[in-house]
């Protein structure tokens, strides 16, 4: 199995709601990303978790609250935002036991597809 | 400070005419160099990547990528594109263990 999966694909959402994005992966790596994409740009970075652990934060606004339960699942629960936090989540995964950083490349699900009214 | 810079952001080829797409990095260590293709509504694909094994990389779709450490440069090609190439194309450098350093983007349009 080499997917990342991403749940739900579309997402709408007003300023007060409370809703997660979900990830999913069970390729055994050990390192998962959220990333925000907005149209005609590159990703850019939000959380990466490693062993479980939340290691990198892009000062990302706490409106925006990752959690990861397990190896294979990111969440991304997501409160209070506002319409220019519409825009592709996109959540990946790498980091095979034994390979150094520049073999482990990112896997990327498809992403959800957030607006916010 | 590692970067990559990505010139043009829309290119247009022909079918069967030759694809390039250009990416200069800046590093002062190595680079960890790496290709992905973004479908319309989709994930990122990754194409190729170079990781200091052979300068020439070889990736799917029949994608290759020569790594030019006097020109700085690790730039896209393929011999003959194909309508199906259609899409958004990032060249990215690894910035420690997690941390991709995107460049723009190039949208490569594929002409009848």
């Known amino acids: 199995d080499t997917e990342v999966t991403q749940t739900p694909k579309h997402l709408v959402m007003g300023m007060t709601n409370k809703k997660s994005l979900k990830c999913e992966q069970h390729?055994?790596?050990?390192?998962m990303y959220w990333y925000k994409q907005k149209a005609k740009k590159p990703p850019e970075l939000m959380f990466v978790?490693?062993?479980?652990?939340?290691?990198i934060n892009e000062s990302v606004p706490s409106r925006f609250s990752p959690e990861c339960p397990n190896s294979s699942l990111l969440n991304l629960h997501l409160h209070a935002l506002q319409p220019e936090d519409s825009a592709l989540y996109l959540c990946?995964?790498?980091?095979?036991?034994?390979?150094?950083?520049?073999?482990?490349?990112?896997?990327f699900g498809p992403g959800t597809r957030l607006t916010v009214l | 400070a590692q970067s990559v810079t990505q010139l043009g952001s829309h290119v247009s080829v022909s079918e069967g005419a030759l694809v390039l797409l250009r990416c200069n990095y800046s590093?002062?260590?190595?680079?960890?160099l790496f290709w992905y293709v973004q479908y319309p509504n989709q994930g990122l694909q990754l194409l190729l990547k170079y990781t200091s094994a052979a300068t020439l990389v070889k990736g799917i779709n029949g994608f290759e990528a020569e790594f030019k450490k006097s020109e700085t440069s690790f730039h896209l090609t393929k011999p003959s594109a194909h309508m199906s190439d259609a899409a958004e194309y990032f060249c990215a450098v690894l910035s420690g263990t997690y941390k991709y350093i995107f460049g723009t983007g190039t949208r490569l349009k594929v002409l009848a």
């Open positions: 390729m055994g790596h050990r390192a």
């Open positions: 990946a995964s790498s980091q095979r036991e034994g390979l150094a950083a520049p073999h482990n490349e990112q896997f």
């Open positions: 590093s002062s260590v190595p680079p960890y």
């Open positions: 978790y490693s062993y479980e652990k939340l290691s």
